[in-house]
């Protein structure tokens, strides 16, 4: 009997983390909510290898190439305060909904965008994809924190992030067997010759190319839709951040979190944190191509082993957090960054690249326990927090397009190559985000 009892409570406690004060099942909707992590995992992950695609495709420069970044992680500074006002105003399913639906419209606008032959087309349709992606991060992280007891709500978000790297592996996959191997094998000094003897030739080569790169996005698009349509039809339960009676003005809100220096260093972290994680994770193939001469469909491969890296990481971090505070996981793995980038600036070769790899192991907790640090206690605030958060993103807009720029221009050292001299911008990242850490673990 006492067995039975012991049992039962032990099931209880398990599935506390997943029960709302009402005693409300949230095991459903977490599930559901989760899966849209590895969808825009996905999307950021199919479109870092575009970087050096259209570089090659169009015959651009590294920084105008990485304005695909600039475009992309640009819908977030736009479009995450208003989703925070919008989830704030009505709820977490709609904000859901309208994000569902802007991504898949930013899917479908790459057909166009190839036909028509324009960089700025395609940018536009990475800009109005994150607008929607916006919208789905602003809102489903407080979602996941809301549903459950908030002594768990860090690592209730660190294991749904868990899956967005999930997604991000299968877009690494997609983009390397279904655009990247396709791709006219042309390199670019062949095509710029072609440019000057036989331009219509290199307008043939150069429409099929960006045919391949639009087909995975309209796929992708479908795929969302049907994502769209199942969250329309589910009920997602209110949480309590959703019944809460909003009585403060957004202005008001906006004023407590400004005044709250957690919230605001947590902010700065997390641009810096997006920052370099995409510089890493987009310049892996330049930095492969130019310091060890391999081909972009190789080099992607040492992405994706990057990325297994970070999956395993994360779980391991999960599970690392029962017994270690985050700040002080948080700090360690910051250094170790700082490790890592150092080697990939100042050894060369295949050393310097399983370095550039070994940064994505320490990356792998940063991003939700930044995220669960700055929302931990803000109550119905965290819907406008979470926009901060979210506009934090933007780190990934403009660092990407500085690396580019340093790519193309540095030549300090004459024993250090350009594309090794960039990685000084995302060794300053890991700096500020252990100095955050560190800060953190000093507060009570």
Known sequence: MNNRVVSKNKRMKSTSSFRGNNGENYVFPFILVT???????????????MVAAFKNI??????????????????YCLMAIPAAIFIKKFNYKKGILVGLGLYSVGCFLFIPAGNAMAFWAFLMAYFVMTCGLAFLETTANPYILSMGSEETST????????????????????????ILARLNPATEEE???????????????QQADLDTVGWPYLILGLVVLFFFLLFAFSRLPQTISDDEATSSSTRSTFKRLLGNKCYVFSVIAQIFYVGVQIMVWTFIIQYAENELRMS?????????????????????CTFLLKYFKASVLLTTLAIGGILCTLGVIFIHGMTGLYCLIAI????SLMFPTIYGIALKGLGDDAKLASAGL??????????????????DKAVWFESLSSVRISF????????????FGRWVGKQK
Request: one cysteine or more.
């Open 296 to 316: 972009k469909e190789t080099a992607q491969l040492y992405n994706m082993l990057a990325m297994g890296i970070f999956i395993t990481s994360r779980f391991i």
């Open 390 to 407: 979210i506009l934090a993103i933007g780190g990934g807009c403009f660092m990407p397009p500085l690396q580019g720029l340093l790519i």
């Open 191 to 205: 095509r710029t010759i072609l440019l000057k003897t036989d331009p219509e030739t290199l307008a043939s080569i």
């Open 155 to 178: 690592r209730r978000l660190n294991f749904a992030q868990a899956f967005n790297p999930m997604g991000s592996l299968t877009g690494m996959l997609i983009a390397k067997e279904f």
């Open 35 to 49: 899966s849209l992590f590895a969808l825009w995992g996905f999307a950021n992950d199919i479109t870092n290898p």
């Open 360 to 363: 994505s192991a320490c990356m």
């Open 424 to 435: 000084v911008l995302p060794l300053f990242c890991f700096i500020v985000i252990a100095i």
């Open 58 to 75: 169009l015959l651009i420069s590294n920084f105008e190439s990485s304005m695909v970044q600039f475009a992309f992680y640009g819908g």
